[in-house]
């Protein structure tokens, strides 16, 4: 990661990230048959971990 980030402007670098116990797939419906991520079903599906990494506004208020 971080020698990913060594190559990407400031605000486009890997900042927080998480770490599925499983992969993405198409059976359920994480990718498209051409394994391209289907965001609106993931982050559905892992609200709960998107919220983990990012907050919600009402505690980055607080």
Known sequence: ????????????????F???DHELSVEDGG???NMKIRRSHVSQKY???IDELY???ESDSR
């Open 18 to 20: 998480a770490i599925l």
């Open 31 to 33: 990718t498209t048959p």
């Open 55 to 57: 907050g919600t506004e």
């Open 1 to 16: 990661m971080q020698r990913a980030n060594r190559r990407l402007e400031r605000w486009e670098t890997i900042k927080r």
């Open 47 to 49: 609200s709960d971990v």
